[in-house]
């Protein structure tokens, strides 16, 4: 079994900063991609950012120069970190990772985390 567990949620004034992070377990092999998604009330669910294995990023165009996403490829594990935060950045946060769970079977499956919830308000 693989799970993906979320931290660093909470409540933060507009311009605060706040760090979520994901980490990997179970059974895996390897972790190509891992990203965050963000769904609001009443909307759909979006990317927020990408990296890949070897640390390409790609960013939604409303959080560029705002977020940094990394990840520790040892530690099996994605962070965002978000700075100057607008009310409209209030959502739940979803991890989401790419993962071989073994040698014999080469395409990898998308697994989620349960969300944390990032609320931006003063």
């Known amino acids: 079994q693989v799970q993906l567990v979320e931290s660093g949620g909470g409540l933060v004034q507009p311009g605060g900063s706040l760090r979520l992070s994901c980490a990997a377990s179970g059974s895996i092999f390897s972790i190509n991609a891992m990203g965050w998604y963000r769904q609001a009330p009443g909307k759909e669910r979006e990317l927020v950012a990408t990296i890949t294995s070897i640390g390409y990023t790609h960013y939604e165009d409303s959080v560029k120069g705002r977020f940094t996403i990394s990840r520790d490829n040892a530690k099996k594990t994605v962070y965002l970190q978000m700075n100057s935060l607008k009310p409209e950045d209030t959502a739940v946060y979803y991890c989401?990772?790419?993962?071989?769970?073994?040698?014999?079977?080469?395409?990898?499956?998308?697994?989620w985390g349960q969300g944390t919830q990032v609320t931006v308000s003063s």
């Open positions: 989401n990772a790419q993962i071989r769970i073994s040698f014999a079977l080469p395409t990898p499956g998308h697994y």
